[in-house]
DNA sequence: CGAGTAGGTTCGTTTGTTGAACTGACTCGC
DNA sequence: GCGAGTCAGTTCAACAAACGAACCTACTCG
C-alpha cells in the first residue's frame, strides 16, 4: 500500500513526475544550480527538514543527477554536485519558472533570470527542436513507439 | 505540522512545485491533454484511487487550471477542461517528457510526441525567447526584483 | 426488478513529512 | 584542555497524505 511509483510506466513524463513529485526536490535541484552544494548550505536556504533533505539527496545520488565529492579529511566530508544528467534538468526548472511567472505571480512584483555575462534577461519558452516553433498542445499526440503503435 | 507550502514564496519554481509537486497531478494534466474530461475516464486511465483523483481535480479548479463544465442533467454531470492557465502547463510537461526521454529510458524503446496534422516528430526544447539560444543553467542568475536585488 | 454507469465520499491502514532532540568528529578561542 | 561552535547527518513521535475497498446516490437499460 505504498505510494503508487511512477519510475517505470512507458511515459516520459510519468517518469519524470517520479522523481520531482517528491516534495522539496524541484526546490533542492534549484539551489544546486545556484551554486550550493553542502549539505548545511541546502538545509539553511530551503529551511528543509534535514531527514527530508538527507533523502532527496540520496535519492538525486541514486538516481545519478548529483554525485558526492570528497573535499576534506578529518572528518570526511564530501558535497553534493550536479551531473550532466542532473544539469539537463535545468530546462524543466526553467518551464516551471516560466509557467510560475506568468501565471503565480499576480500583481506581485516580477522575479527575473538574466545571464550572469551579458546581463540580459533571459525569458525561458519551450519550442520544438525541429521547427522552432512554440508547442501547441492540441496539435500534439504521444505514441508509445513510432512502428508498432497505431492508436491515440 | 501540516506539508510545508511553497505558493507564497517568491520563487516562480516554488509556487509551481507546490502544485506539480501533488502526487499524480502532472498525470492527471497529462489526461487533460490527451482529450480525457471525465472523471471516470481520468480514473481508469491512471488507475488513481478516486479520493486522490477528486481532491487533484478540485484543486485544479480551485486555481484556475481548469473549469467544470455541465454537459448533462439528471443526473447533473459536468467535466473538466483545461483554461488558457491550465493549457499553459503544457510546457512543463514537455520538458518534462523531454528530460524523461532522453535520461529516463535507457535503452527501452523510444516514446514519441508528434504533430497531429504533419505527423512529424516533435522534441521540445528550451530556449530563451529573446535569443533563440537553448538554456546554459550556469550562465544564470535569478533575481528577486531588477530595481531592488543587488545580491545574488 | 436487478445490473450497470457515472461521479463521487467514507474509512481504516500504511507511508511520508515535520520539527525537535540527539550523535559524533572535528576546530577554534580562551 | 574545556566549552562553544560547525558540519553532516540519524532517531523519534506526532501528524498529514495516499492507498484500496466499500459504500452511496441518481439515474438508465433490459
Known sequence: MRRTRFDDWPCPIARTTDLLGDWWTPLVLREAFSGRRRFDEFQRALGIPKAVLSARLDRLVDDGLMVTV???????????????????????????????????????????????????EVVPLVVDENSGAPLDPRRLRMRRNPRTDVSA
Chains 1, 2 share one sequence.
Open 70 to 120: 570528497e573535499y576534506q579529511d578529518n572528518p570526511v566530508r564530501h558535497e553534493y554536485r550536479l551531473t550532466p544528467k542532473g544539469r539537463a534538468m535545468w530546462d524543466v526548472l526553467a518551464a516551471m519558472w516560466r509557467w510560475g511567472s506568468d501565471w503565480a505571480f499576480d500583481g506581485e512584483p516580477p522575479v527575473i533570470l538574466s545571464d550572469r555575462e551579458t546581463h540580459q
